[in-house]
């Protein structure tokens, strides 16, 4: 990929290194196309392969009084991606190509103390609010 993408600026410099009677040599002509065809290639090659990344932030709050839960543990399913909800109870989970961007995934929490909480998160949705439930005392 990144020879490439360097092949390609190279070849894009070789038109204005060469003096524009020269272009009249097929051979020239064909530099030309050659380098043209090098620079909408690695255009067009970097388009297709950025996909959007996909976040999923919120914060983890305690059911019965709205305290935050901090420490909880967060995973998607079926994916390696995995985090932890900070001091204040808020998370961050970047995704990137691992899940489809129009498909939704299963968000799993956990915190010692807490029932398991698992929840469908829809593609629209970015900034979600976990309650956790606390175990009987």
């Keep these: 990929m990144i020879a490439g993408f360097v092949l390609s600026i190279v070849a894009s410099f070789v038109p204005f290194l060469v003096p524009a009677e020269r272009f009249k040599k097929p051979i020239m002509r064909w530099i030309l196309a050659v380098s043209i065809f090098f620079v909408a290639s690695a255009v067009l090659y970097s388009v297709m392969v950025e996909k959007p990344e996909r976040v999923i932030a919120g914060r983890v709050v305690d059911q019965t009084s709205g305290d935050s839960v901090p420490g909880a543990t967060l995973s998607v399913t079926g994916t390696a991606k995995a985090g932890v909800s900070e001091s204040n109870g808020n998370f961050t989970l ?31 949705e970015h900034e979600l609010i976990v309650p956790l439930r606390r175990l009987g005392k």
Excluded: N
Excluded at 96 to 124: F, I, M, N, T
């Design 94 to 124: 970047r995704l990137g190509s691992e899940a489809l961007p129009e498909k939704p995934v299963r968000l799993h929490v956990e915190k010692y103390g807490y029932a398991p909480y698992d929840q469908s998160v829809a593609p629209g």
